[in-house]
């Protein structure tokens, strides 16, 4: 009975669920899981946002500091000394090297102070502006007899230890480049730059024109001057003061590789009387242009390069001063040829690296300037420079791996011509004092004149020699 009340009494309090109320209940179930769905959402978003927050008051690590500015350059001035100025066929390319450098280092401004090398007056202001406290910071300029005073003096610092610190930089040289600049105590003190050959230039057209062959020897240069001087043509065109390469390819060829380079410190090599006596035989053929005594080495160059003279000795920067087409296409370079009764082989020629850049001591003691300064100097020095100059001037690069085709046929005979000499000799410039140099100079017009004999002319600049190394 109790159990049967008991079912009685479930039936009554259970209610059958019927299809509406159905639908409602999933409708509500449906509403709750969006609105917790919801919650759920702007809360992680709020905890995403308090975690920035957070992490944005968190302080830096000493790693996640910004990086401080660098303070700006100092403003640096150089001045840079050199004889590409005037006429030089590398002046462009040398100015553009200059503006390469300010334009990467725009702090620093170079004062590109130039001369012509044709100009002797750059001597003397190199050398009154290294005794008087005027030093450029880079100076281009000869190495040998003509920078001793200052190197002796300590004006230029020595490249040895700049370059052993640099060995990228020192790899780009030749080494015979490097080499070819050492100044008698063994330090090298110039950077070199590009070297150079001199040479015979000789105009192919007008040999041709007048049944000429080329003066491959003594023989054929005095026929070759006694016929173009008879016709109005100058054979040699040549100044009698600026007699530079007058002086050094007439004693090279008289006295050869050994005699001419040993100058004048161990007296005077006979074969130095037949070069200047060699000159004055030229000169009674009529050799030399009729104002010789009075024009330099640029009216020279002028006269070869308008068609007016036959041959001239000249290095190998000649050629870019020449713009007659015509002449520059008919032009060919030679030794000068060897004379009777001297030692030459008629195969040596003057030419190697005679000038390269010092390092003013001044500049590398100046702390606001010393790492420019040397980073300048690498920068000029620099393979691609050494290339751009070489191409501009026609000369030997002093950069290793870099070959130089002639621009012209002319260039390319010239290059041939040095590396098929028996000997490439320094000047003799480079191996005697310049007072001595200039003595030996004015020695031309008074021999080709007769008003002074070889020998005497010689023992001038022999005492003038030794009284400067007292």
């Known amino acids: 009975m109790y159990d049967k009340n008991r079912q009685q009494k479930t039936k009554q309090i259970t209610i059958k669920p019927f299809k509406g109320d159905l639908q409602v209940k999933k409708s509500s179930l449906l509403l709750l899981s969006m609105l917790v769905v919801f919650t759920m959402f702007l809360a992680a978003c709020g905890s995403k946002t308090e975690d920035k927050n957070a992490a944005s008051e968190t302080p830096k690590t000493e790693t996640e500091k910004p990086k401080e500015t660098e303070a700006p350059k100092k403003d640096v001035s150089l001045r840079v000394f050199s004889t590409f100025g005037g006429t030089d066929s590398a002046r462009e390319a040398f100015q553009a090297a200059l503006d390469e450098f300010t334009a990467k280092n725009p702090n620093v401004k170079i004062n590109n102070d130039t001369m012509s090398a044709n100009d002797d007056g750059f001597r003397t202001k190199v050398n009154t502006d290294m005794t008087s406290g005027n030093e450029p910071d880079l100076l281009f300029y000869f190495v040998g007899a003509d920078a001793q005073g200052f190197v002796d003096a300590g004006k230029v610092v020595p490249l040895n230890d700049i370059l052993d610190a640099n060995a990228d930089w020192k790899a780009g040289f030749a080494p015979a480049a490097l080499e070819n600049t050492r100044q008698k105590d063994g330090n090298i003190y110039a950077a070199p730059l590009t070297g150079f050959y001199e040479g015979l230039f000789v105009n192919k057209k007008i040999f041709a024109d007048n049944n000429l062959e080329l003066p491959t020897d003594w023989d054929k240069m005095k026929t070759a001057v006694q016929t173009l001087s008879k016709k ?138 010393k790492d420019t300064a040397i980073e300048l100097l690498k920068h000029m020095t620099s393979p691609a420079v050494i290339e751009k100059i070489a191409i501009a001037n026609g000369g030997t690069p002093a950069a290793a791996g870099v070959e130089i085709k002639g621009k012209n046929q002319t260039a390319t005979d010239g290059f041939a011509m040095a590396a098929n000499a028996t000997s490439v000799n320094n000047p003799i410039d480079t191996m005697v004092s310049p007072e001595t140099f200039s003595t030996l100079r004015a020695g031309v017009q008074s021999v080709v004149t007769g008003k002074k004999a070889p020998a005497d002319v010689l023992k001038e600049a022999k005492a003038i020699e030794d009284a400067n190394k007292k």
């Open 232 to 369: 109005g043509i100058i054979p040699l065109a040549a100044p009698f003061d600026q007699s530079h390469y007058v002086i050094e390819h007439f004693i090279l060829s008289a006295a050869g590789d050994k005699g001419h380079n040993a100058g004048l410190a161990d007296g005077i090599d006979p074969n130095w009387e037949k070069g200047y006596a060699a000159m004055k035989e030229l000169y009674d053929l009529g050799a030399f242009p009729k104002d010789a005594a009075t024009i330099d080495l640029s009216m020279a160059s002028n006269y070869f390069g308008e068609g007016k003279a036959a041959m001239i000795l000249e290095g190998s920067w000649a050629m870019g001063n020449w713009k007659d087409a015509a002449v520059i296409d008919n032009t060919t370079v030679l030794p000068f040829p060897a004379m009777p009764g001297g030692v030459g082989t008629g195969k040596d020629v003057i030419g190697g690296f005679g000038s390269g850049f010092y390092l003013s001591k001044s500049t590398f003691d100046n702390a606001d300037k």
